[in-house]
């Protein structure tokens, strides 16, 4: 079955222990995304990839960090998590731009 | 990447066909409309896209006006469990980045 897939779903962690949220699709996609949702303020784009080893910068990239080593993961990581972070992130592929993406089923993160 | 703008929130019964429509004035060329439709706690799934007139699958039917600054999303019949948040996005295929805005909220009532 085609999908994309992230792991954990729900976290709980304290501000400063770092994280990483793992997003893999199974769709051999270039194109891979983060976003987070927040009330009031709808999905944003944290960072995206075109391809392997080619990452860039959404709308609110300040303190996240992501990878692209293999076409089919795409981690997110919070190197020092603030309450601020505290959100649904959803991670995203497509075949090779953002208009039809595929999105993974969010992982609430709670950052005390 | 072309500013849309939708209707906040929308109510409607089953069974009728609900229409929303969204507001993009500055549209490029080269810009495509492309709908999601997104349930509580889950991801945002794609609907449709289209360019220019009318595109129809078995969900939904686009209708973009010739000036393409305004589309309208219609669901024909609706159901309790159209309930989601619906995004109307523009932009370039194949671009990089993209912005979602915050959706009209449709709430289907019995």
């Known amino acids: 079955e085609a999908q994309v897939t992230q792991n954990p779903r729900y976290l709980i962690t304290v501000t400063g222990k770092k994280l990483t949220v793992t997003c893999s699709q199974n769709?051999?996609?270039?194109?891979m995304s983060w976003y987070r949702q927040d009330p009031g303020l709808g999905l944003r784009q944290i960072y995206y990839?075109?391809?392997?080893?080619?990452?860039d910068k959404g709308d609110v990239p300040e303190g996240y960090k992501v990878s692209r080593k293999e076409k089919r993961n795409f981690p997110l990581i919070l190197e020092s998590p603030s309450p601020n972070q505290t959100s649904l992130y959803f991670c995203a592929s497509s075949t090779q731009g953002p208009e039809t993406q595929y999105f993974g089923p969010g992982t609430r993160l709670l950052v005390l | 990447l072309a500013k849309t703008t939708q209707p906040i929130s929308m109510d409607s019964y089953e069974g009728q066909e609900v229409n929303i429509t969204c507001s993009h004035n500055n549209i490029a060329t080269n810009d495509y409309i492309t709908w999601y439709q997104q349930f509580p706690s889950q991801g945002p799934r794609f609907i449709i896209q289209?360019?220019?007139t009318k595109v129809t699958n078995e969900v939904a039917s686009l209708f973009i006006p010739a000036d393409r600054k305004s589309s309208t999303l219609s669901l024909p019949r609706v159901s309790l469990s159209d309930t989601a948040v619906y995004y109307c996005?523009?932009?370039?295929?194949?671009?990089?980045?993209?912005?979602f805005g915050k959706g009209t909220r449709l709430h289907i009532l019995p």
């Open positions: 769709m051999n996609h270039e194109y």
């Open positions: 996005l523009v932009g370039p295929i194949f671009d990089d980045k993209i912005i």
């Open positions: 289209g360019y220019k």
């Open positions: 990839s075109m391809n392997v080893e080619v990452t």
